[in-house]
């Protein structure tokens, strides 16, 4: 059984920091590129960051500079550190791993 289970949500102020962490379990995570997505309030899910199996990592404009995507192969873990947050950065982060592994969500809520 597959399961993902992301931590680390809060509320902070805006122009703070949080450091997101999703813990895999039931598959081979080194073999599998992971994302993170969000979505925030009346609006669609939309992809954050994506951390290949090797070292390349990409980003979503709106977060580019600002977060950075890690992985620790040998604790099933993925991280996404959040810088300068936003308002705007507000709502439920989404740890997920291709094509149909998904965690509950971790809500991040930035007060301006």
């Known amino acids: 059984q597959v399961q993902l289970v992301e931590s680390g949500g809060g509320l902070v102020q805006a122009g703070g920091s949080l450091r997101l962490s999703c813990v895999v379990s039931?598959?081979?995570?080194?073999?599998?590129?992971v994302h993170w997505y969000r979505q925030s309030p009346g609006k669609q899910r939309e992809w954050v960051a994506t951390?290949?199996?090797?070292?390349?990592?990409n980003y979503a404009d709106s977060v580019k500079g600002r977060f950075t995507i890690s992985r620790e192969n040998a604790k099933n873990t993925a991280h996404l550190e959040m810088n300068s947050l936003k308002p705007d950065d507000t709502g439920v982060y989404y740890c997920?791993?291709?094509?149909?592994?998904w965690g509950q969500g971790t809500q991040v809520t930035v007060s301006s």
């Open positions: 997920h791993i291709g094509p149909n592994y």
């Open positions: 039931g598959l081979i995570f080194r073999l599998n590129p």
């Open positions: 951390h290949a199996v090797v070292e390349t990592k």
